[in-house]
Each structure stands twice: as C-alpha cells, then as structure tokens.
C-alpha cells in the first residue's frame, strides 16, 4: 500500500523559505490520476489545505497562501515538494503530506504522512 | 472558502450514539459538493473516516456513517466505544476547506 513521508529542516529562520519533502513508497506517484497534497495544522489548532499538483505539473493553491507557495514534483524520485517563503511565526505548523483523489463532486484525502513539525524561530 | 463551522465538542457514554455537524454553505456544503470526514488521535495524523459524504473506506467500521441536509454533513458514531474518542474534521470540495474540528469524549 502506498505510504507518504515528510522530510525537511524542523527550524526555519523568520523571513527565509520553509522547504519540504514527501516521499511516496509502495507504489509510482505517476500512476493512477491522483493529486498530490500539502495540508498542515498549527498546535492545538484545525486543518488548513496548503495547495496540491498533479503528476502533469498543474497545481491549485490556497488563496491565502498563493503568494508565498511553491509546489513542484519530481517523478524520477517519486516525490513531491512545498516550499513556502517569507515565513513568520504564525507558519509554526505540523506539516502533512496526503494523496487526494476526486470525484465530479467530492475529493479526499487518504493516506497522509505522519507528519512533520517546523517551528518558525530566529 | 470560509472555515465550516463544527461544534468543539460533543460527547457520549459507551454504547451510544453521536452525530456531529458540519454547517456550510449553498456554495459548499449545500450545493453537490460533498464532504469527507477525518479521525485524529493526539498526536497522530488525520485517519479517512467518510468519503463522498457517506462512503466508507475499507477496514472503517460501519458504526461510522455519514449524511447530508441542507447545508449542513453529520457524521454519526454508532455504538461509541472508547477508541472513538479523539478529534474529528469535516472538508468540503469546494477549495478543500476544513471544519475547525470537533473533540468527541466517551465518557
């Protein structure tokens, strides 16, 4: 079954980009007509959806966060990336990685990494 | 996308059952637009409880349902056990919006 793992630095300096990770394993991010996902949740807060690509390149991104994001993919590794700039301490966040599949009327989420925490600290 | 609105908690004694909301909109939750519904256990990442409003994956119980009303998805615990305790999550199609969640206590 395919599982999802995050990766990247746990402390980013305030104003400098926050770069992550996921890599897929049990199976090829090419097949199958998935997105692929970011989503990440302060501590002791909600759920905020991020931004997601598709294995063609095409990406769809929060509005409240398009200025700052960047989600790329890389086939040949089999993973795919986020990087957010102009970080603050209010992007402190445990950040998930998630393969999203849709439906003309719904999408959802499944399965997700197990998640990573970056702090946002001089 | 505003946030859907979930209550903060509810909670149950074994053995009983538990609906939680989650309140859109016509745009969202209202419209064909169907939500999915998230488990969360402290310190765990999220788990697919529902999707496409009422379909459950494999290996989910099916004391876990969900329905739709108006503006507004439940999802009803049936049978509540003790390993149901934990916080839950509404997510609407529409620009992938969450519910601020809801923690459910077995009492």
């Known amino acids: 079954q395919v599982q999802l793992q995050e990766s990247g630095p746990g402390l980013v300096k305030p104003s400098q980009t926050l770069s992550l990770t996921c890599t897929v394993s049990?199976?090829?991010?090419?097949?199958?007509?998935?997105?692929w996902s970011w989503i990440r949740q302060p501590a002791g807060k909600g759920l905020e959806w991020i931004g997601r690509?598709?294995?063609?390149?095409?990406?769809n991104y929060n509005p409240s966060l398009k200025s700052r994001v960047t989600i790329s993919v890389d086939t040949s590794k089999n993973q795919f990336s986020l990087k957010l700039s102009s970080v603050t301490a209010a992007d402190t966040a445990v950040y998930y990685c998630?393969?999203?599949?849709?439906?003309?009327?719904?999408?959802?989420?499944?399965?997700w990494g197990q998640g990573t925490l970056v702090t946002v600290s001089s | 996308q505003s946030a859907l609105t979930q209550p903060a908690s509810v909670s149950g004694s074994p053995g009983q059952s538990i609906t939680i909301s989650c309140t859109g909109t016509s745009s969202d939750v209202g419209s064909y637009n169907l939500v999915s519904w998230y488990q969360q256990h402290p310190g765990k990442a999220p788990k697919l409880m529902i999707y496409?409003?009422?379909k459950r994956p494999s290996g989910v119980s099916n004391r876990f349902s969900g329905s739709k009303s108006g503006n507004t998805a439940s999802l009803t615990i049936s049978g509540l056990q003790a390993e149901d305790e934990a916080d839950y999550y509404c997510c609407s199609y529409a620009g992938s919006v969450f519910g601020g969640g809801t923690k459910l206590t077995v009492l």
């Open positions: 690509i598709y294995t063609s390149g095409s990406t």
């Open positions: 496409e409003g009422s």
């Open positions: 049990g199976g090829s991010i090419s097949s199958g007509s998935y997105y």
């Open positions: 998630a393969r999203e599949s849709s439906s003309s009327w719904a999408n959802w989420f499944d399965p």
